[in-house]
């Protein structure tokens, strides 16, 4: 079996960031500083213009955090840094001078809807439904909220945490403002995110830069922010309340 990883290729002044998990590509957190890590690489590389962030295989593009470290959490400090993962990757596609475009090929789950949401320009197919599931087990989705929030809105936004145990369609998210296009297959997604991606590398990249400045503007607190919302996440997930909830996955 293939072992987690991320990964960066470039084509044509194109940086394709794949990340990879066995488990639903679920992420565990040396594969989010891995990819916090990595995009912040591409963002400095001079071959890069546009970058597309992409999962491997062709059902769920992210389960959210992993599943087993979480359970594993016995301490306030190792639940901070667990559900500091998301945040450090959020805040790198954040403050990346490159526009992020976002290839949605399956479900989306807690933090992928977070990865969906911080993407400058998400693309996707109509398998991929978006779901939060984190109050569920006594948490919430506390880290990913600004970007979910920034993107879909507070009313679309409340409305997945509150059901927290029902997917929505990928034309439900379209329709909020998360996915730009839904595309009836990942055929037909890859050649829309391909002729996208190479079309934005053509243009002015200061053009770019600028305008990636624009659609962030009002964010700079989220350094901050986030880190507190991970402290937050990390005191919930050692409750009475949440460890019940946990020892029924096991």
């Given at each position: ?6 990964s960066?290729?470039i ?21 989010l ?17 546009v ?20 359970i ?13 993962g ?52 006594g ?16 009313t ?26 839904v ?6 997604l ?6 996208l ?9 200061e053009?770019?830069?600028?305008m ?5 503007e009002?964010?700079n607190?989220?350094g ?5 919302r ?21």
């Amino acid at each position: 079996m293939k072992k987690p990883d991320v990964s960066l290729s470039i084509n044509n002044r194109v940086g394709y960031i794949e990340f990879y998990h066995p488990n639903h590509n679920a992420m565990p957190s040396d594969v989010l500083l891995e990819l916090e890590e990595t995009i912040t690489l591409a963002g400095r590389s001079d071959a890069i213009a546009v970058i597309v962030l992409k999962s491997a295989g062709d059902r769920t593009f992210c389960a959210g955090a992993s599943f087993n470290e979480l359970i594993a959490i016995n301490s306030v400090q190792d639940g901070e840094q667990f559900f500091s993962g998301f945040a450090g990757v959020i805040n790198a596609m954040r403050v990346c001078p490159k526009l992020i475009i976002g290839r949605i090929q399956g479900k989306a789950v807690g933090g992928g809807v977070g990865l969906a949401s911080a993407s400058d320009y998400c693309l996707a197919t109509q398998y991929a439904s978006i779901k939060l599931s984190e109050l569920s087990i006594g948490i919430g989705p506390f880290v990913i909220e600004p970007a979910v929030t920034r993107k879909i809105g507070m009313t679309a936004m409340s409305q997945m945490t509150l059901n927290a145990t029902e997917f929505y369609s990928a034309e439900w998210a379209k329709s909020k403002g998360l996915y730009a296009e839904v595309f009836d297959d990942i055929e037909a997604l890859d050649l829309a995110v391909t002729t996208l991606a190479e079309k934005l590398s053509s243009y002015n990249p200061e053009a770019l830069e600028h305008m990636k400045s624009v659609f962030w503007e009002g964010t700079n607190h989220w350094g901050t922010l986030l880190k507190e919302r991970a402290k937050v996440s990390g005191k919930l997930v050692l409750s009475d309340f949440t460890k019940a909830a946990l020892k029924r996955f096991k």
